[in-house]
């Protein structure tokens, strides 16, 4: 065989800008006019072959390297397997729906990439209305977000694009229970299984100045063990505390940038379960202890154990998302420095809007690269169309508010539910047309 084929032969394992040089290396020499035989020609011709062929096989690796198959987000119980497989359709109680496996609720779920969650409703639709301009999602004048637990769940929930936006109450115990149904939500609509959990909130520092963001490195219990401790059958269950270093390294560097004027630390976080005595608080109903032992606890937390806020809920949090096996982080702001002061001080409510956006910037600017990096394109999956909205509980003025075209689906399962409950909140379900469930397009935007 000529130099060329035996340099084809050499390099079949090389990388594929490799592979291209010698697969133009060959056709020049065939091509050429270099005295070579028939038999050379015939040889050269075949490592030509060869080598178009594992070009192909090459490319096609890279691509897939680049675009990884999906893969579903997947939980592993196997109680809820067997009522896929039985068709059965589950009652999201606190969230309000009614959901199967490929029905038409869920469907329009399996787009999240990211789940973000706090305490009170009103910080939540505020940040799917910043998520709706950080990801420029075009939407028509006069609309906006719609909660899609329909306004009578214990939660709120709110959709922009790829983020979902839920609420969880104060407390382990209460996001515990939304996590659940969220969790069984995206199993359900076979999301991404690369969809992330952030959780964006206040908290009380531990010598920090006000206002700082504190971005959660551990997460530690009462007794400074990285665990959540439950109670199941009987028996104590520890379930390990851990978030993704990762992404709050990530969320680090969004927030460390000039632009964002974000005065920020990361550090670790003291989960209570309790806002008075279990965060060494003097001024509940109860106190047992004194001002040295609140003193001297409160330095052990700040020094042996590095922690920089407590809060109340990032121990279910973060252990619920470790089991799941999906990423996690939690972004608080702090509205008093423990080490100075148990009470938020009057004077913080002239700045508390303004503090309450920093995590959401954070977060949502760190969403806002991710997808650009990505390449992803951002549309209104479920539609959108009017309704007469509701008002700010702070200002009073009229907020614009919409139903997307989910909704007639939504409330026929919440019709559903009604039955489901055996009667427990009969009449909170408002009524459906079913020609309304029947027409419905959840790729349809209806103006009225």
């Not at 995206?186 to 909130?201: C, D, N, S, T």
């Not at 063990?225 to 992404?247: E, W």
Request: proline share 4%; charged share 20%.
């Amino acid at each position: 065989m000529g130099d060329a084929g035996k340099l084809g032969l050499e390099r079949m394992n090389d990388t594929l800008p490799a592979i291209l040089q010698t697969l133009n290396s060959l056709q020049a020499s065939i091509t050429g006019q270099n005295g070579r035989s028939a038999v050379d020609q015939t040889e050269a011709l075949k490592q030509l072959s060869s080598l178009r062929q594992l070009l192909e096989t090459k490319a096609k690796s890279s691509k897939d390297h680049e675009n990884p198959a999906r893969e579903d987000f997947n939980l592993r119980n196997k109680h809820l397997q067997k009522k896929i497989e039985k068709k059965e359709p589950d009652f999201l109680y606190h969230l309000g729906l009614v959901v199967s496996l490929n029905s038409q609720t869920v469907q329009v779920f399996r787009d999240i990439k990211y789940v973000c969650v706090g305490g009170t409703p009103s910080r939540m639709f505020e940040f799917a209305v910043v998520c709706l301009g950080a990801l420029k999602i075009q939407v028509p004048a006069g609309m906006g977000v719609t909660d899609l637990c329909g306004g009578h769940a214990r939660y709120v929930m709110y959709k922009a694009g790829p983020v979902l936006t839920v609420s969880h109450g104060m407390g382990n115990p209460s996001l515990s229970i939304m996590m659940h149904e969220i969790l069984k939500l995206l199993h359900y609509a076979r999301a991404e299984r690369g969809v992330k959990f952030i959780r964006i909130g206040t908290c009380g520092g531990v010598g920090v100045p006000l206002g700082t963001t504190v971005i959660t490195e551990k997460v530690y219990n009462g007794l400074f063990q990285p665990y959540f401790t439950q109670y199941i059958l009987g028996k104590q269950v520890q379930r390990p505390a851990i978030l993704d270093a990762g992404v709050s390294r990530d969320l680090m560097h969004y927030a460390a940038k000039s632009e964002m004027n974000i005065p920020v630390v990361s550090g670790n976080t003291l989960c209570a379960n309790d806002f008075y005595e279990e965060q060494a608080r003097i001024d509940g109903a109860f106190c047992e202890f004194n001002t040295d032992e609140q003193k001297d606890f409160l330095q052990k937390c700040y020094h042996a154990y590095g922690i920089r806020n407590f809060e109340m809920e990032s121990l279910a949090f973060s252990a619920m998302c470790h089991l799941a096996g999906v990423k996690a982080a939690v972004v608080c702001v702090t509205l008093m420095n423990r080490l100075e002061s148990d009470q938020v001080d009057p004077e913080v409510e002239a700045h508390l809007e303004e503090w309450q956006r920093r995590p959401q910037r954070i977060v949502a600017e760190l969403i806002k690269q991710e997808m650009a990096n990505d390449g992803a394109t951002v549309s209104l999956s479920d539609g959108l169309r009017p309704n007469p909205g509701r008002t700010c509980s702070r200002t009073g003025s009229m907020i614009p508010s919409v139903h997307s075209t989910l909704d007639p689906i939504l409330d026929h399962d919440r019709a559903q539910a009604t039955s489901v409950a055996s009667g427990a909140g009969a009449g909170t379900f408002r009524p459906v047309d079913p020609a309304a469930v029947a027409n419905c397009s959840s790729a349809d935007v209806v103006l009225k």
